[in-house]
């Protein structure tokens, strides 16, 4: 097993990938130290090198082999891993971007129920089922502690549009949920998943093995650059930036989605920080100030 | 212009792909069979990076509105040309009207037809490869369908002429067999399985199922024990379970160690299973031709090997490329 002199594991994915994992265990530290390797790696332009992928805890390089052997990438990562040490102290910029949500919706409900076969409980939706393996007494409890706290995006991938993200609450309050069984084989587009320690939204319909909470009302995909927030790229998030999920009903759902298929619907988004010394010394002032701004 | 009439299985555009937004989850995309593509450009004398179309298991029926340079390669299919057999691996003049038709694919996959100037769809991120799955690129991010009209592009090589005729030495021609080797790097996350377990990976054969498609091959066989252990915070239950992490393209993993899955270029670019290695560059396009109930050996290979054999196939690509200048 190769290590770079900080302890961090490497190992080649053949001639055309480099595969870095920080620790094995999910940490915010070690996202925001990935996150910040992966920025130094950009800014360093190493020729050659095509992809640099940040996940959780590891990220990974590809790159054309007969422009640079993946073999003198090492020295690289060491110098990237150097001026990047080990610190609690990151800051990183970040946007805040509201997200509005119909927990509990008439959509996802229906999908899951036609899974449950492959699901742990064959007779609670994966709401119910969420709430009371997270010591809820109903599934208004999970709503309000899904919502009440932001999440931040720590692994931007799967398919296009797709971000895992870690609700800024401590490890003791993490809501938790195992994946299902076996993946179902279809999931409605802007269908909001969570499992392990992570939410997504599902960028288009398809399969998946997360629980379904509820569903956007907004997209996080648009490959027409239908709305003007998705002007220069087809996918809206981006590593770091964090997500305020806000409880909507039915009507403004329908409010929303019109504006959505009329191209005149933006976002509430804000550049701001993520200050991991400050939320992990009081993640409830923490949250409070990053969340002023959205009133 | 040519018009599509039956479609064929899933016939898409490709080329030699999308780089550089892995990062987005958008997969490199572009021709499975990546040898297969090169030359069916070079025998119309086009551009490296020209596209084509890829066809699978059944192929399409086109028409050409005009005189047309073709060329056939990849899977060994029975083509016709307004009824006249056409030989594969070697530029043909299609006349204005003619039809190819495509009857069936015998060995192999994927077939790949290059068209003299390239399959002119819109070029998106750099590229002008279908990914179906998020629906980007290509003939409107989608496979071909019956009534497409595709035009002709203008990507030919400086230098070369339009003629029939041009073909590949029958030394450089593959054979597709029904039992491969295919060349892995161990690593990744192979510390996870048992040693038992990676000498079972490495000598025990693999059979392609039925579900194998762009995105990945799922194989049967002998199923791979994980090491026990506490799953790491994050991870999940599963003992093949980890954080979520980066899927490198041709990386195998083993859901709850039963199936393997091979990722291939419309890969998900990431996920929450443990990978146990990856399939060399050059032999992606070697288990791109394999269909179920097609066996597979995985052999183990250096770091040094998967690079030399992505060096001596460029090399060839790049001298079949000048040939077809002399």
Redesign the interface.
Same mark, same amino acid.
């Given at each position: 097993?190769s290590r770079l002199s900080d302890g961090s594991r490497f190992?080649? *994915? @053949? %001639?055309?990938?480099v595969?870095v994992?920080l620790?094995?265990?999910?940490?915010l530290e070690q996202t925001l130290r990935v996150i910040a390797i992966t920025t130094d790696l950009r800014g360093a332009a190493v020729t050659g090198v095509? %992809?640099?992928?940040? @996940?959780?805890?590891?990220?990974?390089l =590809?790159l054309d082999?007969?422009v640079i %052997?993946? =073999?003198q990438l090492v020295e690289h990562l060491e110098h990237a891993h150097d001026r990047c040490g080990q610190t609690s102290d990151l800051v990183i910029r970040s946007r805040l971007i509201e997200l509005p949500v119909f927990y509990d919706d008439p959509w996802t409900r229906e999908t899951v129920m036609r899974f449950r076969d492959r699901h742990q409980s064959s007779d609670l939706n994966d709401l119910e089922y969420c709430a009371a393996e997270n010591g809820f007494s109903d599934v208004q409890g999970l709503i309000d502690a899904h919502s009440g706290a932001p999440f931040i995006a720590t692994?931007? #991938?799967?398919?296009? #549009?797709?971000a895992?993200s870690y609700q800024l609450v401590p =490890?003791e309050s993490q809501l938790q949920a195992?994946?299902y069984l076996r993946p179902r084989t279809d999931t409605p587009a802007r269908a909001l998943g969570h #499992? #392990? @320690?992570?939410t997504t939204i599902y960028?288009?319909r *398809?399969a998946g093995g997360f629980q379904l909470l509820g569903r956007s009302a907004v997209p996080v995909?648009d490959?027409h650059h239908r709305l003007d927030d998705f002007e220069a790229?087809?996918?809206l998030p981006r @590593?770091g930036d964090i997500f305020k999920y806000r409880p909507i009903g039915m009507e403004e759902y329908w409010e929303i989605r019109a504006q959505v298929k009329e191209g005149r619907y933006r976002y509430t988004m804000h550049e701001t920080s993520f200050d991991l010394a400050g939320f992990k010394a009081d993640p409830r002032l923490h949250n409070q100030r990053l969340l002023e701004v959205l009133g | 212009m040519i018009a599509v009439g039956a479609p064929g299985l899933f016939s898409t555009i490709q080329d030699r792909g999308r780089p550089g937004y892995y990062a987005m989850g958008v997969p490199p995309s572009g021709a499975l069979d990546s040898f297969a593509h090169e030359v069916s450009n070079a025998l119309v004398g086009n551009r490296r990076e020209a596209a084509t179309i890829e066809c699978t298991f059944a192929g399409p029926t086109l028409t050409f509105d005009e005189f047309a340079i073709v060329a056939i390669t990849g899977a060994a299919a029975e083509v016709y040309l307004d009824g006249m057999r056409v030989p594969m691996w070697m530029s043909q003049v299609v006349r204005a009207n003619q039809t190819l038709e495509f009857r069936r694919i015998a060995t192999g996959a994927r077939s790949y037809v290059a068209v003299r100037g390239g399959v002119a769809v819109p070029s998106l991120m750099g590229s002008r490869s279908t990914y179906v799955a998020s629906g980007l690129g290509g003939q409107k991010g989608r496979p071909l369908v019956a009534g497409d009209t595709l035009d002709v592009g203008d990507l030919v090589l400086p230098g070369s002429t339009p003629r029939g005729g041009v073909d590949l030495p029958e030394s450089l021609i593959p054979s597709y067999a029904d039992a491969v080797e295919i060349r892995v790097v161990p690593g990744l996350c192979d510390y996870r399985l048992t040693p038992q377990a990676i000498d079972d990976l490495y000598s025990t054969p693999y059979t392609v199922t039925t579900e194998a498609n762009r995105t990945g091959y799922r194989l049967a066989g002998k199923p791979l024990d994980f090491t026990p252990r506490t799953a790491p915070f994050g991870a999940g239950d599963d003992p093949s379970n980890v954080v979520n992490l980066g899927y490198p393209v041709g990386s195998i993993q083993v859901p709850s160690g039963t199936e393997l899955i091979c990722l291939l270029r419309d890969a998900v670019t990431g996920g929450g299973y443990a990978t146990v290695g990856t399939i060399i560059s050059v032999d992606l396009d070697v288990i791109a031709q394999a269909k179920s109930p097609d066996v597979v050996h995985f052999v183990p290979v250096s770091v040094d090997q998967a690079i030399a054999a992505r060096a001596d196939r460029e090399s060839v690509i790049r001298r079949i490329f000048e040939e077809v200048l002399c």
């Amino acid at each position: 097993m190769s290590r770079l002199s900080d302890g961090s594991r490497f190992s080649f *994915g @053949a %001639d055309e990938f480099v595969f870095v994992e920080l620790t094995e265990e999910m940490s915010l530290e070690q996202t925001l130290r990935v996150i910040a390797i992966t920025t130094d790696l950009r800014g360093a332009a190493v020729t050659g090198v095509t %992809d640099i992928c940040p @996940a959780h805890v590891s990220y990974m390089l =590809r790159l054309d082999p007969l422009v640079i %052997d993946p =073999r003198q990438l090492v020295e690289h990562l060491e110098h990237a891993h150097d001026r990047c040490g080990q610190t609690s102290d990151l800051v990183i910029r970040s946007r805040l971007i509201e997200l509005p949500v119909f927990y509990d919706d008439p959509w996802t409900r229906e999908t899951v129920m036609r899974f449950r076969d492959r699901h742990q409980s064959s007779d609670l939706n994966d709401l119910e089922y969420c709430a009371a393996e997270n010591g809820f007494s109903d599934v208004q409890g999970l709503i309000d502690a899904h919502s009440g706290a932001p999440f931040i995006a720590t692994f931007i #991938g799967f398919m296009p #549009g797709n971000a895992e993200s870690y609700q800024l609450v401590p =490890r003791e309050s993490q809501l938790q949920a195992p994946k299902y069984l076996r993946p179902r084989t279809d999931t409605p587009a802007r269908a909001l998943g969570h #499992g #392990g @320690a992570f939410t997504t939204i599902y960028p288009v319909r *398809g399969a998946g093995g997360f629980q379904l909470l509820g569903r956007s009302a907004v997209p996080v995909f648009d490959p027409h650059h239908r709305l003007d927030d998705f002007e220069a790229k087809i996918v809206l998030p981006r @590593a770091g930036d964090i997500f305020k999920y806000r409880p909507i009903g039915m009507e403004e759902y329908w409010e929303i989605r019109a504006q959505v298929k009329e191209g005149r619907y933006r976002y509430t988004m804000h550049e701001t920080s993520f200050d991991l010394a400050g939320f992990k010394a009081d993640p409830r002032l923490h949250n409070q100030r990053l969340l002023e701004v959205l009133g | 212009m040519i018009a599509v009439g039956a479609p064929g299985l899933f016939s898409t555009i490709q080329d030699r792909g999308r780089p550089g937004y892995y990062a987005m989850g958008v997969p490199p995309s572009g021709a499975l069979d990546s040898f297969a593509h090169e030359v069916s450009n070079a025998l119309v004398g086009n551009r490296r990076e020209a596209a084509t179309i890829e066809c699978t298991f059944a192929g399409p029926t086109l028409t050409f509105d005009e005189f047309a340079i073709v060329a056939i390669t990849g899977a060994a299919a029975e083509v016709y040309l307004d009824g006249m057999r056409v030989p594969m691996w070697m530029s043909q003049v299609v006349r204005a009207n003619q039809t190819l038709e495509f009857r069936r694919i015998a060995t192999g996959a994927r077939s790949y037809v290059a068209v003299r100037g390239g399959v002119a769809v819109p070029s998106l991120m750099g590229s002008r490869s279908t990914y179906v799955a998020s629906g980007l690129g290509g003939q409107k991010g989608r496979p071909l369908v019956a009534g497409d009209t595709l035009d002709v592009g203008d990507l030919v090589l400086p230098g070369s002429t339009p003629r029939g005729g041009v073909d590949l030495p029958e030394s450089l021609i593959p054979s597709y067999a029904d039992a491969v080797e295919i060349r892995v790097v161990p690593g990744l996350c192979d510390y996870r399985l048992t040693p038992q377990a990676i000498d079972d990976l490495y000598s025990t054969p693999y059979t392609v199922t039925t579900e194998a498609n762009r995105t990945g091959y799922r194989l049967a066989g002998k199923p791979l024990d994980f090491t026990p252990r506490t799953a790491p915070f994050g991870a999940g239950d599963d003992p093949s379970n980890v954080v979520n992490l980066g899927y490198p393209v041709g990386s195998i993993q083993v859901p709850s160690g039963t199936e393997l899955i091979c990722l291939l270029r419309d890969a998900v670019t990431g996920g929450g299973y443990a990978t146990v290695g990856t399939i060399i560059s050059v032999d992606l396009d070697v288990i791109a031709q394999a269909k179920s109930p097609d066996v597979v050996h995985f052999v183990p290979v250096s770091v040094d090997q998967a690079i030399a054999a992505r060096a001596d196939r460029e090399s060839v690509i790049r001298r079949i490329f000048e040939e077809v200048l002399c």
